[in-house]
């Protein structure tokens, strides 16, 4: 993340596993410049989108309640791991 964007002003970097740097390869085939694509898979998600895709998720995987931050949280407490 660039220092601009990131609450502290500094440059934040996170190392790309070998997993997630096969997933983004396999994105970046699928739908060009565009990670997270809307429902038509041209444009990219909206922000609403993002939303309310953690409600579809749980409503369709007996995963228990969880939210969009939960995710934020176990994925940035994971990566460093």
């Known amino acids: 993340m660039t220092a601009e964007k990131s ?11 070998k997993t997630i740097g096969l997933f983004l ?6 739908y060009s ?3 997270f694509p809307d429902p038509n ?3 990219p998600m909206t922000i609403a ?6 409600g ?9 309640e969880f939210t969009a ?8 407490t994971r990566l460093p791991e």
């Open 33 to 35: 410049d565009v990670l």
């Open 69 to 76: 931050y939960d995710f934020r949280r176990t994925l940035a």
């Open 41 to 43: 898979l041209k444009m």
């Open 7 to 17: 609450k502290t002003r500094r440059m934040i970097r996170r190392p790309i596993f």
């Open 49 to 54: 989108g993002a939303n309310r895709d953690p």
């Open 56 to 64: 579809r998720i749980k409503n369709s995987v007996a995963f228990g």
């Open 25 to 30: 390869d396999k994105a970046v085939m699928t």
